[in-house]
């Protein structure tokens, strides 16, 4: 198996536990979802994968046939995962392009002599950083901010710029922490196609830690629903709107027969 895949996944914090014997595979350029009401434990799912935390004896955490739990962070990235966060992260007092070039010290060719030396690899590994940073900034509309600190973004465009930073990594798997949260609806329709867009042209997977279903329901192909960090069902977004397990964890009351089978939107999660 080359794609993500979790097996048996717990986390226990002081005898809480925060997930609970989660199992899923998330095809490869797929488009996935992870869902859930407030706490069930996604953006934990999401630290676990990552190397934020190490999951409990017995967990399984596979990518492209590499055992991710005793892997840090930053060894994670370099195999190929990249995240955005549930709250932004960037640096504000660096410009946008600038933050975008943070994330491209895994990419470059010249070591630190080279760069002390000012060697020719070391200005053709500038020059081809800055040039694949404009132009994923360019995907997401923001290249003429390139300048800008990105505290002067707007909140949708902070978003869209962790989106950037993330990319620049070269990810396989891009994992997204409510990406559309503050967006307005025609921002949220935008995500949608950029985020195809992205699967598309990069091949690569993404998957979605996201409480607007106008995005979860436009754009995910298969979705996984926690509730309290158990799974509750899994399935395709018709499936998935329909279940009564799911209905009932996020209107809150059990759903019985007649009752209007609509899903809807959760306030953006907190501590998960």
């Known amino acids: 198996m080359s794609g993500l895949e979790l097996r048996s996944v717990s986390k226990t914090f002081g005898g809480l536990r925060a997930v609970g014997d989660v199992t899923f595979t998330v095809p490869e350029r797929s488009i996935f979802g992870l869902i859930g009401p407030n706490g069930a434990g996604k953006t934990t799912v999401f ?3 990552t ?11 596979r990518f492209a046939g590499t ?28 410009t946008v392009l600038e933050n975008v070039l943070v994330a491209c010290e895994n990419r470059r060719r010249a070591h630190l002599g080279s760069a002390i030396l000012r060697s020719p690899l070391f200005y053709l590994d500038e020059t081809e950083m800055n040039t694949r940073a404009l132009e994923l900034l360019a995907i997401f ?11 002067s973004l707007s909140y949708g465009n902070q978003r869209r710029l962790e989106i950037a930073r993330a990319m620049m990594l070269g990810p396989k798997v891009l994992l997204l922490d409510e990406p559309a949260a503050g967006m307005n ?20 997977t993404v998957v979605l830690v ?14 996984h629903v926690l509730d309290h960090g158990e799974t509750i069902a899994h399935g395709t977004p018709d499936a998935i709107r329909k279940d009564e ?28």
Not at 141 to 151: F, N, R, V
Request: aromatic residues 6%; contains cysteine.
């Open 47 to 49: 630290n676990l994968i």
């Open 51 to 61: 190397g934020v935390y190490k999951p409990d004896a017995g967990s399984s955490i």
């Open 67 to 94: 055992d991710l739990g005793a892997m840090k962070p930053a060894a994670i990235a370099r195999l190929g995962i990249a995240r955005t966060f549930q709250n932004i992260r960037l640096f504000g007092q660096l």
């Open 141 to 151: 509309d923001l290249d003429g901010m390139a300048d800008e600190t990105s505290t």
């Open 185 to 204: 609806y025609g921002e949220a329709e935008g995500l949608k196609k950029q985020i195809r867009w992205l699967r598309d042209r990069f091949e690569i």
């Open 210 to 223: 996201e409480h607007n279903m106008q995005v979860v329901m436009g754009v995910c192909e298969e979705i």
């Open 245 to 272: 397990k799911v209905l009932a964890a996020y209107l809150g009351e059990e759903v019985h027969e007649g009752q209007p089978a609509a899903m809807a939107p959760s306030k953006s999660e907190g501590a998960s």
